[in-house]
Structures are given as C-alpha cells and as structure tokens.
C-alpha cells in the first residue's frame, strides 16, 4: 500500500480582491473596546464571545493588526490606572486584600481577553515580534500598578512590615501573603528580587545582626545554639508558606552568617559553655548542634576541628606527663582507651562521624602517646594484665572488643618492635607459668598483629606456642622412659624453649637444692639423646614448683613458689633462721629478683610463709628471715606471687632500649642494601627518606643512625661514595 504524503494545512487569502467599509475597522473596534470595558467591569455574561473572536479575526485578516493591538493597549492602561487608584485608596490592612483583590480580577479579565484575541496572539503577535497577550497584561499590572511609585513603596513596606511581626510572634494572614508575593513571581523573577526579596534580605540581615548581639551577651553557648537552629527554621518554614523556594537559600544565608559566622569564634571559645566544656561534661545534643550550624558556614567545621586537636593534645600532654598516672600502666592505658571512646562517641553521634574529625583524633593519639617513649611497654603491661585475669568469665565478644581497642592503641606506636619486645616478654611469662586466661584471645591478638604487621612480626611469636606443644610431647616421652627411677622424688615438667624465639634472657647462675639437680640431670641426658647437636642451658628465673610445707601444730599446705622462692624456702628445712647475705651467698640469686623474691614470701599479708626483722615493706641487706611456724591459710593450697616488677626500672628500661637499638641495626642495613640493589645510585637524603618510609611501620628510624649504617655498609664495600659528589652513594654488586 503506498502512502501519500499529506499536505501542510494552511490559511491562505482570498484569491479575489475584497472591497471593505473604510470605516470597518472603527467599527469593530469599538465593538470589542466595549467589549474590554465590560469585561472589567463584570458585565461578560451579556457578551457573545463568537461575535467577538470574528470580529478580531477579521480586523487582524484585513490588516487592521496593529491598530487592534495599539487599542489594546491603551485600553488596558487605562482601566490598570483606575485600578491603581483603587488599590492606592485602600486603607491600613486592607491595602493588601484590595491588591490581592484586583490581582485576581486582572488574571480572570485577562483570561477572556487572550480568548476573544486568540488569532492575533497565534498570527499577528509573532509576526510582528509583539508581546503575547497574557504576557502584555503582567506587563501592564507590573508598570501601571505596581511600579505605581505610591503602591510599589507601600506594598514593600507591608510585605517587611509582615514579616517583622511574624519573626516577633504575631499571627499575620500567611494565605495572603502566599498570594501577593506569587503575584510578584508570575510577573517575572526580576520583579520578585526588586521589588521584595532583595530588601526582605537586607532588612532581614539587620534584624538577625541585632538579636545576635543581644543574645551572645545575654547567653551561654548551648542556648544561643538553640536559638539560632530555631531562627534558621523559622526561616526555612516562612519560604516554605509564603516565599519563593528559591529565597531559602539566600535567607538561610544571610541567618548563619549573622548568627553563627559573625559569632564563631566567641561561641567556640565561650568561657564554661564553649566546645571544650561542651566535650568535657560531654553534652552531644549541644554539639551536634553546633556541628550542624557551622557546618554551614565558611570554615566553621575547620574551627571545631582546630579546637578539638587542641585540647586532645593538651590533655593527651598532660596524662603522659602525670607522674601519678605513670605510677600504673594498666590505668594509664585504660585512661587512654576511655578518652578514645569518649572521643568516638562525640565523632560519632554528635559530629556525624566525620572522617576528618576521626583522623584528626587519630593524629592528635599518635602526637602525645609517643610523647611518652614507654607507651609501648605500658600497652603491653596492660595487653598481660587482661590475658591473665581481666578477661575472665568475658563473653568472646567482648574479649575480642578489648583486643580490638589494644590494636587501635597499637597503631599509633611508632615503635611497633619496642611494643613487640615487651609483648614477647609479657607472652613467655604467661606461656610458662600457664596463667594466661584463653590461648584462643592469646591466638587472636597475634593474628590481628600478624594482619597488621605481616609474617615477620609474629613468626617467632607462634613459634613459642609450637615450643609449648612439643614440650608437652617431650615430657610425656620422658615420664614414659623414666617413670620408675624417679619413684617419690620430686616431679619434674620442664619446657624446651628454641633460643631464637623467646626472648633472650641473660643465663643467671642460681644454686638448686641437691634433690632438684638430680632429676634435672636426668632429664639433661633424656633430652640430648634423644635430640642430636642441641645444648641446654637452665632458666631458673623462669620457672615455678608447688611445695608441701608443714608449719606449727601440723597445719600442712601446698604452696605454689617460683623457682627462686622454693631455692629460699628449702634453706629453711636445715635452718630456723637466716640473714639476707646468707641467702644471697648460698642461693646466688641475683640481687634484684632476691629481694623481689624475699619480699613476696615475707611481707605480703596472707602469704607470709616468712617473718622479717626488722619488720617493714622493703628488704635491706642487713634484714633477717626465720621459718614463720604461725602461719596458718583456710586454704589449703597457697599461691605465693613474686611481686610483680609491673613496669621496668629505668635501668632496666634503658637496657631494654639498648637491645632494641641493637636489633634496629641489621634492618636499617638490609633496607638501605635493597634500596641500594633497585637504584644502584642515590644520594644521602633520597636514601634516609626511603629507608624511613620502608621502616615506618615497624619504628621511626633515626637518620643519624641510618648515616652510621651507611658508614658500615660502605666500609664493608656493599656501597662506595661517589668520587665527584660525596653526598652520592653507588651499590657495589
């Protein structure tokens, strides 16, 4: 089937010439000018609307266009001004109705109109580059009646007047207002801004200028918070009902910059109101409130943060500088996990856990625990006290919350390997005496360090656990091949530690009673052979043993001693009474672990299996020590503690450092040789930088010490100076 292709419609002209009344267009004119005057003056409902399109189409046909629309318009004008007086005429409150009023007749007359003109509007209007109808008719309200220079100051002057008292508490008539500034809007966005919006933002920055002085002299932070969260809703509510959507976010503006950007610096810093006390008496709804106001204006949320970082700081400061909170380890890090989730919690619910807010509380962590370069020992001491007896009874959960909050502290170290070298310490004793409270949260903390840190941090770690199974393994054989000599001699479990990873521990000379030796050599010679090209080394310092005591009137007990306490103890059994020196001589326990040792089985209330003279909490070197044949326990087995050292000496402390030091130099080495091996050539700076980002995860190397491993490096010819440049370095293959 073909289709044709349709002609265009089109209006063509008679072909014919027509001969027209030469007053014709007079005429019809008037026609519709009465036409017009009825239509304003209410009277429509006589008028034949069919007459009248004919009429106008037939002027428009006969090329009398534009004296119909010149007609138009100075009809239009005419009744506008009629109008205008009018609405000028009203009195007081009813100015508005009056406008309001006639607004809506203009639109209904304008209506009927753009109706009776409808082919001019299609034919002649475009045509010509003419005003449409309906928009001639806004044009003319705009120019004849609003700009009328008496209704344009008054109605602006209402229309703030308005507004004024609503922001006072007075009720105005918001349908009204809806209506008037609408009218505003269907003349064009420019009469809008002009005419009202424009002052209404000027007027309205005054206004919010003036009540702000009032209220940031009359109170305190919180409540002007309040206020100025309620101002700027009122705001938004009022464009919402009456004004153009596009007006809120100007006068939102013009509010924050008043109210809060004006201010912001005083509200911050308000003496007993302002953000610190706010994060001290941790008042989140007050701040969330103040995040959500300056969030809006120019560097408001910057402040915040500023303010904040600092005094975490400071306080951070002042905690790892308190003596009295170093006392305690384990305080002092929990003290520092609460402040953490103090913090968190603010981040959180009050501050929309803003990523910039958290990072800022992490680097202000990092800043003041390093600041105390016992952090890492103190984190430790506090991981030890949990794994032995804080996280009894603790749901899995919640054992795994507290590893998690150990991590996050963990991360802000900058020296990971002094944590580490702690850690391994803390773990062996827990490993050794059995006193750690769950293998599975020991496994857990390593596995989290193991992500965290990678293979090499923990691997000498898990070799310790592997230690403790084998040596399970190891005296079930030796019980198995020598269950018999040993008869009712003393029992003997012993734990075979790999040298390489536990820590090293200085080999201390320490007399074992005669009865111990010999089970010991027993064992000595089951273990090497059955195990080739190995060598045993005692740990005394290490090691514990359960006794069976007998004190005054028969009362028996089993207690439960380390290794240098059951050594002190067994002199006892040949002896009522001896002096430190003596013990000292015969024992040849160090100093320090001697006194710690006397102290615990003379001085502690309950423990007692010793008595002192004279009596007092520390031990001298001209004390003495008798059998105390009165002590008396309802329990029947007795644990006799060492006191724990709970942190170094600063000897101690130093040697700890001194050993790190040490382990630090073989690793700065072997990243300037592989950075050396990949670049063959760089110079001093590039290599510190590089080594530094290599190493940062583990320490922060100092660069006068990568200087001196350079120095070794080249004197053992793995690098060589540049001869033209001594600040450049060259890889020897």
């Avoid at 959507?245 to 005083?266: A, G, Q, Y």
């Avoid at 989730?341 to 962590?365: E, G, P, V």
């Avoid at 091949?481 to 040298?499: A, E, R, W, Y």
């Avoid at 004190?551 to 439960?560: A, C, D, R, V, W």
Wanted: proline residues 2%; neutral net charge; charged residues 30%.
């Amino acid at each position: 089937m073909s289709a044709q292709k349709k002609k265009a419609f089109q209006i063509e002209a008679f072909k014919h010439r027509v001969v027209v009344d030469p007053k014709y267009a007079e005429k019809t004119w008037k026609i519709l000018e009465h036409a017009i005057h009825e239509i304003y003056n209410h009277n429509a409902s006589g008028l034949s609307f069919e007459e009248l399109y004919r009429n106008a189409y037939n002027m428009v046909l006969h090329k009398f266009g534009e004296k119909l629309y010149s007609g138009l318009v100075t009809t239009m004008t005419s009744h506008l001004k009629e109008i205008s007086n009018s609405i000028e005429a009203a009195q007081g409150g009813l100015f508005l109705d009056e406008l309001n009023r006639k607004w809506a007749e203009h639109n209904k007359a304008l209506q009927m109109i753009r109706d009776i003109l409808m082919y001019m509007d299609r034919t002649f209007i475009p045509n010509t580059h003419k005003t449409p109808v309906h928009e001639l008719g806004l044009n003319l309200w705009r120019d004849v009646v609003i700009h009328f220079h008496a209704i344009q100051s008054r109605l602006q002057a209402i229309l703030l007047e308005n507004v004024r008292r609503e922001r006072s508490g007075e009720v105005i008539d918001r349908g009204l207002m809806r209506s008037i500034t609408k009218m505003l809007m269907d003349l064009g966005p420019s009469v809008y801004q002009d005419d009202f919006e424009k002052h209404f933002l000027e007027v309205s920055a005054d206004f919010y200028r003036l009540e702000s002085q009032e209220f940031i002299e009359s109170c305190d932070c919180g409540e002007y918070l309040k206020k100025a969260e309620r101002r700027l809703n009122e705001e938004i509510e009022r464009v919402s009902h009456y004004l153009d959507t596009r007006s809120e976010v100007k006068i939102t503006n013009v509010v924050e910059t008043e109210m809060i950007e004006s201010h912001m610096h005083r509200l911050v810093q308000m003496e007993n109101s302002g953000l610190i006390n706010m994060i001290v008496d941790e008042k989140f709804e007050d701040l969330g409130r103040m995040y959500c106001l300056f969030r809006q204006v120019s560097n408001g949320l910057v402040l915040i943060r500023d303010v904040m970082t600092s005094f975490i700081r400071d306080t951070g400061k002042q905690l790892i500088t308190d003596p009295e909170r170093l006392k305690d380890p384990v305080d002092f890090v929990q003290h520092l996990l609460d402040l953490k989730d103090k913090y968190d919690k603010i981040i959180t619910s009050a501050f929309r856990n803003d990523k910039t807010f958290q990072n800022a509380l992490n680097s202000s962590f990092e800043y003041f625990i390093n600041l105390n370069s016992r952090s890492p020992e103190f984190i430790s001491l506090f991981v030890d006290d949990k794994l032995r007896k804080g996280l009894r009874g603790v749901t899995e959960e919640d054992v795994e919350l507290v590893l998690d909050k150990v991590m996050m502290l963990f991360r802000y170290l900058q020296e990971k390997d002094v944590f580490e070298k702690y850690y391994k310490q803390h773990l062996a004793k827990r490993l050794l005496s059995g006193k750690s409270v769950s293998d599975d949260a020991e496994r857990s903390l390593i596995v989290k360090l193991k992500t965290e840190c990678g293979y090499q941090f923990t691997s000498k770690l898990e070799g310790m656990f592997t230690d403790m199974k084998t040596s399970q393994d190891t005296m079930q054989g030796f019980h198995a091949s020598h269950g018999s000599d040993i008869g009712d001699g003393p029992m003997l479990s012993v734990q075979v530690l790999t040298t390489g990873s536990w820590p090293t521990q200085p080999i201390t000379t320490c007399n074992l009673p005669a009865e111990i030796l010999g089970i010991c050599e027993k064992f000595r010679n089951y273990y090497l052979g059955t195990h080739t090209g190995r060598r045993l080394s005692w740990q005394t310092n290490m090691g514990t043993a359960d006794l069976k005591a007998t004190f005054g009137k028969g009362q028996k007990h089993e207690l439960n001693v380390s290794t240098y306490q059951m050594c002190v103890l067994m002199l006892f059994n040949d002896a009522d009474r001896l002096s430190y020196k003596e013990i000292e001589q015969v024992t040849e326990i160090p100093t320090s672990d001697l006194k710690r040792c006397l102290q615990s089985l003379a001085c502690v209330k309950g423990k007692n299996v010793l008595r002192k003279e004279p009596m007092s909490k520390d031990i001298a070197d001209t004390d003495t020590f008798l059998f105390n044949d009165k002590y008396t326990s309802k329990f029947f087995k007795v644990k006799i503690g060492t006191v724990a050292a709970q942190r170094e000496s600063e000897p101690e402390n130093q040697e700890t450092r001194q050993r790190v030091e040490e382990d630090r130099k073989p690793q700065i080495e072997a990243a300037i040789v592989r950075i050396m091996k990949a670049r063959r050539v760089l110079d001093h700076n590039n290599i510190v930088a590089e080594v530094t980002k290599q190493l940062q995860s583990r320490f922060l190397p100092n660069p006068v010490v990568i200087k001196k491993r350079i120095e070794s490096l080249i004197e053992r010819e793995f690098l060589e100076r540049d001869k033209g440049d001594r600040k450049l370095y060259r890889y020897l293959a």
